[in-house]
């Protein structure tokens, strides 16, 4: 299996690339030939086209920036909230006993069921969209941190308490900072799971945002800027993924998965 | 049997009748049964029994990390409840801090309590120089040998200044040579500094090099089974693990341990 996952930098690379070209060439061959119909799948350059003309003429880019800033609104408020949660749900089993009931009931009912209560209290603005994130974020990552926590090893702890640790600097001085390189990979996680419940909340109501261009472009019957919105979340997404990886290596050049 | 060197005044830590029992489902085992251990200070004592004997439970009933079931430890006249800077304990796994620098993690114990500045960075080289570590401060744990990071671990335990220092087989994970270099490394530390050393290991060559004094333990439950004195002068040097004596006296030793090893079901 190792052996099976040695590959060189510049190898990985030629492969992606080589995955990407299987991709467009059938993407090619279905839509240049007029297989397909153009109104169910367009053209690789007629996707291109059009994202273009919705960056140059259209609204893409105060969607784009709608979208993200909802995410980052409500991931971030998430953040806030689940980083204590969390830590306080990993190192107390009697905060854990109280809380993790009503916080598993939470995460089970999927976001989007509360996207009408979400309207009826908030409307269809930037509150409703940002509830509705923070209702289907926060949870998951309260308990993916009260598992990196609980899974803090025994030895450190056993060490930093035999240095004479007090309980609040064994969460400070060793819990933490132990955690974090966890929580930056659950935070790039939960993005990526944030985009679904934006596109949601902007499909059910909005004045904006990609999932608002998304239900637009299928009103007008428009099947390429659908797809012009799909690309450029699939780039956005691909683009914070980099973020994420680079921002590790940078915060966190201790860890053995960074290769600094 | 009960070995105690009641009536020296300078004895620091005392193990009164400790017991420890495990309760799993109404079924109780005992794994350690009425020990009597006492440390003087400045003396290195060696503990040497057969695997699972339940030597690292007793180290850290010391270390205060797990409570005893029945007896008392008591250190410097007060008895041990919770753990403490007073003891530093020095693991068999790799536990320096990942996320914390060579001189970052010598200096946890003094951050954790508020040391000043000057002082804790005196304390830090003084440890880094001592440990041959100065030209690897900022280094994290990963980028360090085996060898290196056991080093540091005790050169952390150390700039806490402890009353005791317990090591729960430190060179245990080390390969044979690395091992022999750090045997020697803690000698030389020892004849430096004289902390009192609670040393515990599986290795009888390691015990004899080591202490002053080396106590044969019994497995299941665990007792003691004799005390050695070890009778070479110090300075100690590798060579000496070549000599007759040594030799002679090891085997003795290790004769005694395969006696108490318990039977294997």
Same mark, same amino acid.
């Given at each position: 299996?190792?052996?099976?996952?040695?590959?060189?930098?510049?190898?990985?690379?030629?492969?992606?690339?080589?995955?990407?070209?299987?991709?467009?060439?059938?993407?090619?061959?279905?839509?240049?030939?007029?297989?397909?119909?153009?109104?169910?799948?367009?053209?690789?350059?007629?996707?291109?086209?059009?994202?273009?003309?919705?960056?140059? &003429?259209?609204?893409?880019?105060?969607?784009?920036?709608?979208?993200?800033?909802?995410?980052?609104?409500?991931?971030?408020?998430?953040?806030?909230?689940?980083?204590?949660?969390?830590?306080?749900?990993?190192?107390?089993?009697?905060? &854990?006993?109280?809380?993790?009931?009503?916080?598993?009931?939470?995460?089970?009912?999927?976001?989007?069921?509360?996207?009408?209560?979400?309207?009826?209290?908030?409307?269809?603005? &930037?509150?409703?969209?940002?509830?509705?994130?923070?209702?289907?974020?926060?949870?998951?990552?309260?308990?993916?941190?009260?598992?990196?926590?609980?899974?803090?090893?025994?030895?450190?702890? &056993?060490?930093?308490?035999?240095?004479?640790?007090?309980?609040?600097?064994?969460?400070?001085?060793?819990?933490?900072?132990?955690?974090?390189?966890?929580?930056?990979?659950?935070?790039?996680?939960?993005?990526?799971?944030?985009?679904?419940?934006?596109?949601?909340?902007?499909?059910?109501?909005?004045?904006?945002?990609?999932?608002?261009?998304?239900?637009?472009?299928?009103?007008?019957?428009?099947?390429?800027?659908?797809?012009?919105?799909?690309?450029?979340?699939?780039?956005?997404?691909?683009?914070?993924?980099?973020?994420?990886?680079?921002?590790?290596?940078?915060?966190?050049?201790?860890?053995?998965?960074?290769?600094? | 049997? =009960?070995?105690?060197?009641?009536?020296?005044?300078?004895?620091?830590?005392?193990?009164?009748?400790?017991?420890?029992?495990?309760?799993?489902?109404?079924?109780?085992?005992?794994?350690?049964?009425?020990?009597?251990?006492?440390?003087?200070?400045?003396?290195?004592?060696?503990?040497?029994?057969?695997?699972?004997?339940?030597?690292?439970?007793?180290?850290?009933?010391? =270390?205060?990390?797990?409570?005893?079931?029945?007896?008392?430890?008591?250190?410097?006249?007060?008895?041990?409840?919770?753990?403490?800077?007073?003891?530093?304990?020095?693991? !068999?796994?790799?536990?320096?801090?990942?996320?914390?620098?060579?001189?970052?993690?010598?200096?946890?114990?003094?951050?954790?309590?508020?040391?000043?500045?000057?002082?804790?960075?005196?304390?830090?080289?003084?440890?880094?120089?001592?440990?041959?570590?100065?030209?690897? =401060?900022?280094?994290?744990?990963?980028?360090?040998?085996?060898?290196?990071? !056991?080093?540091?671990?005790?050169?952390?335990?150390?700039?806490?200044?402890?009353?005791?220092?317990?090591?729960?087989?430190?060179?245990?994970?080390?390969?044979?040579?690395?091992?022999?270099?750090? !045997?020697?490394?803690?000698?030389?530390?020892?004849?430096?500094?004289?902390?009192?050393?609670?040393?515990?290991?599986?290795?009888?060559?390691?015990?004899?090099?080591?202490?002053?004094?080396?106590?044969?333990?019994?497995? !299941?439950?665990?007792?003691?089974?004799?005390?050695?004195?070890?009778?070479?002068?110090?300075?100690?040097?590798?060579?000496?693990?070549?000599?007759?004596?040594?030799?002679?006296?090891?085997?003795?030793?290790?004769?005694?341990?395969?006696?108490?090893?318990?039977?294997?079901?």
């Amino acid at each position: 299996m190792k052996s099976e996952r040695k590959v060189s930098r510049a190898h990985y690379v030629v492969l992606a690339v080589f995955g990407l070209l299987i991709f467009l060439s059938g993407w090619s061959l279905l839509t240049y030939t007029g297989f397909v119909r153009p109104f169910f799948l367009p053209t690789p350059t007629k996707v291109l086209s059009s994202i273009t003309l919705l960056l140059t &003429e259209g609204s893409l880019l105060a969607d784009i920036f709608a979208s993200v800033y909802r995410i980052l609104l409500g991931v971030l408020l998430s953040l806030v909230v689940s980083v204590p949660l969390g830590i306080a749900l990993g190192v107390s089993r009697k905060f &854990e006993a109280v809380t993790e009931p009503l916080i598993a009931f939470v995460r089970y009912i999927p976001p989007s069921a509360f996207i009408p209560l979400a309207i009826i209290w908030f409307g269809i603005g &930037e509150m409703e969209k940002v509830s509705i994130l923070f209702l289907g974020v926060a949870p998951y990552l309260a308990l993916l941190i009260a598992d990196i926590v609980i899974n803090t090893r025994r030895e450190l702890v &056993e060490a930093a308490l035999t240095l004479g640790a007090s309980g609040k600097q064994l969460i400070v001085n060793v819990v933490f900072p132990n955690a974090l390189p966890g929580i930056w990979d659950s935070f790039r996680i939960m993005i990526g799971a944030a985009w679904t419940f934006v596109i949601i909340a902007e499909i059910v109501g909005a004045s904006s945002g990609l999932g608002h261009l998304m239900i637009e472009s299928q009103r007008f019957l428009r099947t390429d800027n659908i797809f012009a919105a799909i690309v450029v979340i699939g780039f956005l997404g691909l683009a914070t993924d980099y973020f994420f990886r680079i921002t590790y290596g940078i915060f966190f050049p201790w860890t053995e998965k960074s290769h600094a | 049997m =009960a070995f105690s060197f009641l009536g020296l005044k300078n004895r620091m830590l005392e193990l009164h009748h400790v017991s420890k029992t495990y309760t799993h489902k109404h079924h109780h085992v005992e794994a350690i049964k009425n020990l009597n251990v006492s440390v003087r200070e400045h003396e290195f004592i060696a503990l040497v029994g057969p695997s699972g004997c339940g030597k690292t439970t007793l180290l850290k009933m010391i =270390a205060g990390l797990i409570p005893v079931s029945g007896g008392e430890i008591i250190l410097d006249g007060r008895k041990i409840m919770t753990p403490g800077r007073d003891r530093g304990l020095v693991f !068999q796994q790799f536990t320096l801090f990942p996320w914390l620098s060579v001189r970052e993690n010598i200096s946890f114990g003094l951050e954790v309590h508020k040391v000043d500045k000057k002082k804790k960075n005196e304390i830090v080289s003084h440890y880094l120089g001592v440990t041959g570590l100065k030209d690897f =401060a900022e280094f994290y744990p990963k980028n360090l040998s085996g060898g290196m990071q !056991q080093r540091v671990a005790i050169a952390r335990t150390l700039a806490n200044n402890p009353k005791i220092l317990l090591m729960d087989e430190p060179f245990g994970s080390l390969d044979s040579q690395t091992r022999s270099h750090l !045997q020697e490394f803690l000698t030389r530390l020892w004849e430096a500094e004289h902390t009192t050393i609670l040393f515990v290991t599986h290795d009888v060559g390691e015990a004899l090099f080591l202490a002053d004094t080396v106590y044969v333990l019994s497995g !299941q439950p665990m007792g003691i089974k004799s005390v050695f004195n070890v009778p070479f002068p110090r300075p100690r040097v590798h060579a000496l693990k070549h000599t007759k004596d040594f030799f002679d006296l090891e085997n003795t030793i290790a004769r005694e341990l395969e006696g108490s090893s318990f039977a294997v079901d």
